[in-house]
């Protein structure tokens, strides 16, 4: 048996898969030793594509230890000082007013507070590595545990954070190759975004660009520099580029030298931050050309804005300190909007962050601040969700569809940027059979294919790299390739500059695996551009990779705000990235820099409109994307600016709210002013009530009607339902939300409207009743607190009163002994495919619980289980350290199921298994047992749920659902398993 090689683990995006048909498992001969691919084992991870996530830093522990910390003060920073000093005049600037950084009584309250930090520095015996005073008050320095703790105490001192390294991803792997471009002349105009600066905090601007080529005045109000460094003179700030700086204090502290191929200076050496700042505000390019192909006309969103540059990532990394200080510099520079293209991986996990408090600031100053969302497309792994952020997940606006057509009139629909040449039905191979498995042939890793085995053929490859395994295959020989990974990635595309097919579903892994395992050497396939659009529910829509709720740092805060383009996205870039002055990049980091650019265009057109207004006005008048109108998926929608300039009216909160929920332990949000109710664990006993303040921004008094749309069983009451609002009026609104008859801990969503003759100005609502189970994530995937084991339960209660509970008692386990011939080990899983058999199940109407499992005493198997219905995947078990897969399914969906188990991982071709199933009838009453329980709840607090047996039992497992009341309200409860 060949040596298993590096795995990939099993987190991949949720995916809907549609099977491609049924067919017997394949028969191996006893005597033939099994091929270990490999394609799908721990360690082994979904490549990275996206740009715009950052590494996740780790929680800091209980004990602080010694660093480099970022300390906040207590007293405001000049962007929020409102006074109290004597003989220092407030700084704040008023409503409707700019703030003045350089005024004399800014630079005098400035000095304030740096007399203040160094009596916190002395008497601490320690040096400031960074100091900040506009947006953040406070410092970064080396500190030992024992200072850090001493700190924390300090009545001066509001926050002590060990600082945090945060990484950007570029989307591109792109080779070298000659580009392009000229810039087409414009004439500025507010309706573009003139006189509007956007500090872009990235990784620099590669300032030579066409999207860049533009001389003009620095605009009223702008106080920033040109800072020279290596390789960037003073004469590439043009005017277009406004201003330019970089930050690396915090990082040389870290890291103690720049990153191979980094240079000291605002140049981009790595292509995200050119991408950005070209998407929010580059000039039109009439002709963005790729290694000699011209992809047309292209444009930044407010090509009249002006962009000032804030370095503060290094080869793609940087520190909380270094973008604190961009923050700072940034807000004392002048600029209008900040686009923010960084986040944390699996979302934030503090919610009262150093960054976040500087960007409180920067908003309270009349900064409006866009930021991405994050790349992990999962529920709750939300980035950047402070209130006064505008958080913007990734929409798909273009499909870029191409075709693989396999020799047995299969079709499969993936994507492509690349040239496909018509060349008929063309030998196609996996890679493995072109090299040697053990040194990562089916990976195509460098190095690893035989020239002489690819020559003339597609070459198929399950990749770890994507732009190595291309140029492998273009450098034997090969004539096209496929690109795909077993578990599954983000669609999107790259310019690889050869024929170039990706398939990114798992489920298209699997088709194209077994169709080449099952035609080992007379595979055949063509490559086309374009397809059926069967790959996308429509366009615009969600991008798969894009983050969405509910936020899981706040409870009453909808996180995303908004989705913008963001897959495939063409804008300029730097050429030490790969060669290339233009390039096609994706993520979230992408989409932000499109409501940065709208937010310019709104500043201009209405300078006198803050953050919030700018916010609102985006949201309230966004629109739906294809295949969902749910704001968990996509925020408030995408955004339209010809719409939202006159948006009718518009809901901000006030400074007092915000800098209240910014100073809370456990910060809640519902109760601020924003065009959105989110309701993510309330007591579904009693109704919520929470007010929305409308100020008419038009020119005209209109009449408002309120009407609800969607929300299915819960009673909502506006009041007033209808109102007159004048210009410039304000008119506050009363909204009564209770749960009705809505389920128990699962979302309903809709939104309400407001409706005049003139304006429609929707606020989307997210609603869940918090019942047995607080859940931060969304009503999909796996429900640990919903299923005990070992006849008992535990409780977290969303409600306080009496409970009563009663039990179905046991179903037996329905255990059958099956058996799976294969050849191959490490392979991919398509229904019907190779070492996979299907189970067909039939769950009756009225099933509280569906339990499906497998079972193996065998550590050398290791099985997978996939549940499917109406040929789309319900759910998949697929751990890859043991053989005892397990679906738990809660009130399952009345009809067929089909329940298919793949063999993983073996060391024998003939793979026996145990399949269980258990369908646990709600209104069953098997008298096997009896219930322990609280007879009355708190809410947060801690219940224990006891089955106790009644009689003999089997010697099985048995499970047996549990319901509880509270009152004459029934709370559908728990599934619990007697082991």
């Known amino acids: 048996m060949a040596t298993s090689l590096r795995a990939l683990s099993a987190l991949t995006l949720s995916l809907i898969l549609t099977a491609v048909g049924l067919g017997g498992p394949a028969q191996a001969r006893a005597d033939t030793p099994l091929l270990d691919l490999g394609l799908l084992r721990?360690?082994?991870?979904?490549?990275?594509?996206?740009?715009?996530?950052?590494?996740?830093?780790?929680?800091?522990?209980?004990?602080?230890?010694?660093?480099?910390?970022?300390?906040?003060?207590?007293?405001?920073?000049?962007?929020?000082?409102?006074?109290?000093?004597?003989?220092?005049?407030?700084?704040?600037?008023?409503?409707?007013?700019?703030?003045?950084?350089?005024?004399?009584?800014?630079?005098?309250?400035?000095?304030?507070?740096?007399?203040?930090?160094?009596?916190?520095?002395?008497?601490?015996?320690?040096?400031a590595r960074q100091t900040y005073t506009t947006a953040f008050n406070g410092f970064t320095a080396k500190l030992t545990g024992a200072q850090a703790t001493e700190l924390a105490k300090d009545p001066r001192v509001a926050a002590v954070s060990k600082a945090q390294i945060v990484k950007v991803d570029a989307a591109t792997l792109g080779g070298p190759g000659k580009t392009a471009g000229t810039?087409?002349?414009?004439?500025?105009?507010?309706?573009?975004?003139?006189?509007?600066?956007?500090?872009?905090?990235?990784?620099?601007?590669?300032?030579?660009?066409?999207?860049?080529?533009?001389?003009?005045?620095?605009?009223?109000?702008?106080?920033?520099?040109?800072?020279?460094?290596?390789?960037?003179?003073?004469s590439a700030c043009n005017g277009k580029i406004v201003g330019a700086r970089y930050f690396a204090d915090g990082w040389l502290e870290m890291a103690g030298e720049l990153p191979k191929g980094e240079i000291l200076s605002a140049r981009d050496m790595e292509g995200h931050g050119t991408h950005t700042a070209s998407t929010a505000a580059g000039l039109p390019?009439?002709?963005?050309?790729?290694?000699?192909?011209?992809?047309?006309?292209?444009?930044?969103?407010a090509p009249d804005a002006q962009i000032a540059v804030y370095k503060a990532l290094w080869g793609g990394s940087g520190t909380d300190a270094d973008i604190i200080a961009a923050i700072d510099a940034a807000v004392a520079d002048g600029v209008d909007v900040i686009n923010y293209s960084i986040g944390n991986e699996m979302g934030?996990?503090?919610?009262?962050?150093?960054?976040?408090?500087?960007?409180?600031?920067?908003?309270?100053?009349?900064?409006?601040?866009?930021?991405?969302?994050?790349?992990?497309?999962?529920?709750?792994?939300?980035?950047?969700?402070?209130?006064?952020?505008?958080?913007?997940?990734?929409?798909?606006?273009?499909?870029?569809?191409?075709?693989?057509?396999?020799?047995?009139?299969?079709?499969?629909?993936?994507?492509?940027?690349?040239?496909?040449?018509?060349?008929?039905?063309?030998p196609i191979v996996f890679a493995d059979r072109a090299g040697s498995v053990a040194n990562g042939a089916q990976f195509c890793r460098d190095g690893s294919l035989d020239a002489a085995k690819i020559k003339g053929k597609i070459v198929a490859c399950d990749f770890n790299n994507s732009a190595q395994a291309v140029e492998e295959v273009k450098s034997k020989g090969g004539v096209g390739v496929v690109l795909f990974q077993t578990a599954g990635n983000a669609r999107l595309n790259i310019i690889y500059d050869f024929p170039t097919v990706y398939l990114w579903s798992a489920e298209q892994a699997g088709q194209i695996f077994n169709y080449l395992w099952a035609h080992r050497d007379d595979g055949t396939a063509t490559l086309t551009t374009g397809a059926d659009k069967s790959s996308l529910v429509g366009l615009p829509s969600v991008a798969g990779l894009s983050s969405y709720g509910p936020d899981q740092m706040h409870t009453g805060v909808q996180k995303p705000d908004l989705v913008a383009d963001g897959v495939d996205v063409i804008?300029?870039?730097?050429?030490?990235?790969?060669?290339?002055?233009?390039?096609?990049?994706?993520?979230?980091?992408?989409?932000?820099?499109?409501?940065?650019?709208?937010?310019?265009?709104?500043?201009?057109?209405?300078?006198?409109?803050?953050?919030?207004?700018?916010?609102?006005?985006?949201?309230?008048?966004?629109?739906?994307?294809?295949?969902?109108?749910?704001?968990?998926?996509?925020?408030?929608?995408?955004?339209l600016i010809s719409r939202a300039t006159d948006p009718g009216l518009v809901v901000e909160p006030t400074t007092a709210s915000l800098t209240a929920f910014a100073s809370a332990a456990t910060p809640d949000g519902k109760e601020l002013n924003l065009p959105s109710i989110a309701l993510r664990e309330y007591d579904g006993l009693h109704p919520v009530v929470v007010k929305r303040s409308f100020t008419n921004v038009g020119k005209h008094t209109e009449t408002y009607k309120a009407n609800v749309e969607g929300l299915t069983g819960m009673d909502v009451t506006i009041t007033p339902k209808t109102f007159t609002v004048h210009p410039g009026a304000t008119m506050t609104v009363t909204i009564k939300l209770a749960r009705g008859k809505a389920t128990w801990d699962r979302y309903a969503t809709g939104s309400l409207l407001l409706s005049s003759a003139q304006h429609r100005v929707r606020l989307t609502v997210t609603a869940r009743p918090w019942?047995?189970?607080?859940?931060?994530?969304?009503?999909?995937?796996?429900?640990?607190?919903?299923?005990?084991?070992?006849?008992?339960?535990?409780?977290e209660p969303g409600f306080t009163?009496?409970?009563?509970?009663?039990?179905?008692?046991?179903?037996?386990?329905?255990?059958?002994?099956?058996?799976?011939?294969?050849?191959?080990?490490?392979?991919?899983?398509?229904?019907?495919?190779?070492?996979?058999?299907?189970?067909?199940?039939?769950?009756?109407?009225?099933?509280?619980?569906?339990?499906?499992?497998?079972?193996?005493?065998?550590?050398?198997?290791?099985?997978?289980?996939?549940?499917?219905?109406?040929?789309?995947?319900?759910?998949?078990?697929?751990?890859?350290w043991h053989s005892n897969e397990r679906i738990a399914r809660f009130f399952p969906e009345p009809g067929v199921y089909m329940a298919y188990v793949h063999v993983q991982s073996t060391d024998a071709a003939d793979v026996p298994y145990r399949l269980g199933v258990t369908a646990v009838a709600a209104d069953a009453n098997h008298r096997n047992a009896t219930i322990t329980a609280p007879p009355e709840v708190t809410r947060g607090g801690a219940g224990q749920v006891i089955l106790n047996p009644v009689g003999p039992q089997p010697d099985q497992e048995q499970w047996a659902y549990v319901e509880f009341r509270t009152g004459r309200t029934v709370v559908p409860g728990v599934l619990i398993s007697s082991r």
Request: hydrophobic share 40%; net charge neutral.
């Open 771 to 795: 019942g047995l189970t607080p859940r931060p994530y969304d009503d999909t995937g796996l429900e640990f607190a919903r299923v005990g084991g070992l006849g008992q339960a535990f409780l």
């Open 571 to 639: 804008a300029a870039v730097s050429p030490m990235a790969g060669g290339r002055l233009f390039d096609a990049y994706s993520g979230t980091s992408m989409a932000a820099p499109h409501v940065a650019g709208m937010a310019a265009i709104l500043r201009a057109q209405h300078p006198g409109w803050s953050p919030g207004a700018i916010a609102s006005a985006l949201r309230t008048t966004a629109v739906d994307t294809k295949g969902t109108n749910s704001p968990l998926r996509q925020g408030s929608g995408l955004p």
């Open 285 to 301: 390019v009439a002709h963005a050309m790729v290694l000699g192909r011209d992809l047309g006309k292209i444009s930044g969103v």
């Open 42 to 127: 721990e360690g082994r991870t979904p490549s990275a594509l996206t740009g715009g996530a950052a590494l996740r830093p780790n929680a800091a522990s209980a004990a602080l230890t010694d660093g480099q910390y970022v300390v906040r003060l207590r007293e405001a920073p000049v962007t929020s000082y409102d006074g109290g000093v004597a003989g220092l005049a407030a700084t704040k600037p008023a409503a409707g007013q700019e703030l003045q950084p350089h005024s004399a009584a800014a630079e005098k309250y400035r000095a304030h507070l740096n007399e203040a930090q160094r009596d916190v520095l002395d008497d601490l015996g320690v040096k």
């Open 801 to 880: 009163g009496p409970l009563a509970a009663r039990t179905t008692g046991y179903t037996p386990v329905k255990w059958a002994d099956k058996q799976i011939s294969t050849n191959v080990t490490g392979g991919s899983f398509t229904p019907g495919g190779i070492g996979t058999q299907g189970t067909q199940i039939v769950v009756p109407r009225g099933t509280a619980g569906l339990i499906v499992q497998t079972a193996s005493d065998d550590p050398n198997k290791n099985f997978d289980l996939y549940l499917y219905k109406d040929d789309k995947l319900v759910e998949r078990s697929w751990a890859f």
């Open 348 to 426: 934030d996990y503090q919610p009262n962050s150093p960054i976040g408090n500087a960007f409180l600031n920067a908003y309270l100053a009349g900064v409006f601040v866009a930021a991405s969302a994050g790349n992990d497309g999962m529920s709750g792994m939300v980035s950047n969700t402070q209130p006064w952020v505008t958080t913007v997940g990734a929409a798909v606006a273009r499909a870029n569809e191409a075709t693989v057509r396999l020799g047995d009139g299969t079709k499969i629909v993936g994507a492509s940027m690349d040239v496909l040449p018509a060349r008929g039905q063309t």
């Open 183 to 234: 810039a087409a002349k414009t004439q500025p105009v507010p309706g573009k975004g003139s006189g509007v600066v956007i500090g872009v905090i990235d990784t620099g601007i590669w300032p030579e660009s066409a999207s860049f080529a533009s001389t003009m005045p620095a605009p009223k109000g702008w106080h920033g520099t040109c800072q020279v460094g290596d390789g960037f003179p003073a």
